[in-house]
Nanobody
């Protein structure tokens, strides 16, 4: 079992920045990818960004390209989401997830991930 704990959320004005962190409870040799998803008010959960744990390759959804950056610190079992130029439409609960099943692709569906954090609120005011 892997526990994920998010931190770094909060309230920020449009145009501002936040950095989310997600710490995994233990080191694992079977971690393949980690990702961030978000769920806005009245919306379904959507993919934001993912990072391959071995290669460090990343992929972002179009709406955050050029503004959000996903990164990792393998020694700390932590994944980050640097969010710049925030917009009110970025307001959501942000979740991190980890994929412990084998796979070397880019995974954008929530059912492709095995463990989830509890979520953290990000609110962007206009």
């Amino acid at each position: 079992q892997v526990q994920l704990v998010e931190s770094g959320g909060g309230l920020v004005q449009a145009g501002g920045s936040l950095r989310l962190s997600c710490a995994a409870s233990r080191r694992t040799f079977s971690r393949y990818s980690m990702a961030w998803f978000r769920q806005g008010p009245g919306k379904e959960r959507e993919f934001v960004a993912t990072i391959n744990w071995s290669s460090g390759s990343t992929f972002n959804t179009d709406s955050v390209k050029g503004r959000f950056t996903i990164s990792k610190d393998s020694a700390k079992n932590t994944v980050y989401l640097q969010m710049n130029s925030l917009k009110p439409e970025d307001t959501a609960i942000y979740y991190c997830a980890t994929r412990e099943r084998p796979g070397w692709g880019i995974y954008r569906n929530s059912d492709e991930y095995d463990y989830w954090g509890q979520g953290i609120q990000v609110t962007v005011s206009s």
